[in-house]
Nanobody, 122 residues
Framework: QVQLVESGGGLVQAGGSLRLSCAVS????????MGWYRQAPGKQRELVAL??????TNYADSVKGRFTISRDNANTAYLQMNSLKPEDTAVYSC?????????????????WGQGTQVTVSS
């Protein structure tokens, strides 16, 4: 099993900042990518940011220049969100693409965090 635990999120005024964290645990050989999706009510799920094992990052156009994704050496990713706008309001879900041993078998699952609410007031 691969477990993801998210923290951060909450309520902030427009222009403010928040930081999300996502910690991965389990019988992991490697973390190939980590990132966040978000989904607002009535809208499609959107990939916000992704960081690959080599450090390459990708961002949705809507967050470029405002959000920064990073990883430490302890299997944790961070999403620093600055200059937040009301349209950033959504449930943010962390993902991790890993190579892991699950039930005695080496697999490459995509695993998800529990999701965290980010609300930006105008």
């Amino acid at each position: 099993q691969v477990q993801l635990v998210e923290s951060g999120g909450g309520l902030v005024q427009a222009g403010g900042s928040l930081r999300l964290s996502c910690a991965v645990s389990g019988s992991i050989y490697s973390i190939n990518a980590m990132g966040w999706y978000r989904q607002a009510p009535g809208k499609q799920r959107e990939l916000v940011a992704l960081i690959l094992s080599g450090g390459t990052t990708n961002y949705a156009d809507s967050v470029k220049g405002r959000f920064t994704i990073s990883r430490d050496n302890a299997n944790t990713a961070y999403l620093q969100m600055n200059s937040l706008k009301p349209e950033d309001t959504a449930v943010y879900s962390c993902l991790a693409d890993t190579t892991a041993r699950i039930g005695g078998v080496v697999m490459q699952p995509r695993s998800w965090g529990q999701g965290t609410q980010v609300t930006v007031s105008s």
